[in-house]
């Protein structure tokens, strides 16, 4: 049994200052708890006394610091290791693509739940499809220092001819964990979402930025709508590295729903519930980004 690292990693820490203090009073009592009779023996108890003030000093600082800067080192050192290995394996732009996006990204998503509400827009017609998209996630960062997270999050325009306005990113709610008071809960909806909001012609783009301090996280939800077809497909890609994910699509009773994967393996998603109309699918793969999913439906004959 290894035991626990964390414990290691603060014994490791307290020795060296525990020790240090310990010196420190063992000088401090050669210097003004003890008198011989004669000054040489004093003035060679009150240098002694002196030297081990001065190294407890040293102890319970320098070396403390310079075992944080070598474990940072070490760290660094297999971190560069680890790169060189995966440089001689792949080719040179494919290299810089997982350098940038994979091994140096601060940020890990997980616990990544989207549920998906389709239901018709222009009863008894039939012809449109409100989509409603509800996303939540914790993302941690994963670095030794600061970094700054671009929440993004984006709605294509469609049917606005038939249907304006009805594109939409309704809310969007960044919670601090753990979660202490009002402060740590920022909500952007209406005017405080409009400032971030890009309208561009094909769609809307939300980019909010937020600062995290190293093992830091948040929790993060998202509400979207859109339009789409009797008869369509919704396409999902995830922009960063994911873990734990699970889908749920709730429809009406007359439409077929189907789960087309956006991943190499095999049984990335398995499927959990398959009711008249809902549906969910549960992932522990990890995912890379612009790995997902694709949702199709149609009528059900």
Known sequence: ????????????????ILLGLFEILVGLLFITGIAFSTTTVNALLSDLGLGLIAAGITTATLEYITRKRMRQDINEIKKANFESIIKGLITEPIFREIQEHIIREPFLRRNFSIIITLKWKDEPLKDYLELNRFLSYEIENISQIPGTYILRSFEEKKYEDKFPGNTAIEEIKVQKMPFTDDAALSIYSGESLKKYIDGIETGIYARIPIVFNPSEKAKINVKLRTLYRSSDSYTFCLESQTVQLQLTVMHPSDLKIELIPLHPAKNAFINELDELTMKRWRSEVGFLPFQGFVISWQPAC
Do not use: Y
């Open 1 to 16: 049994m290894n035991g626990n690292p964390e414990r290691s990693l603060r014994n490791e820490e307290i020795i060296p």
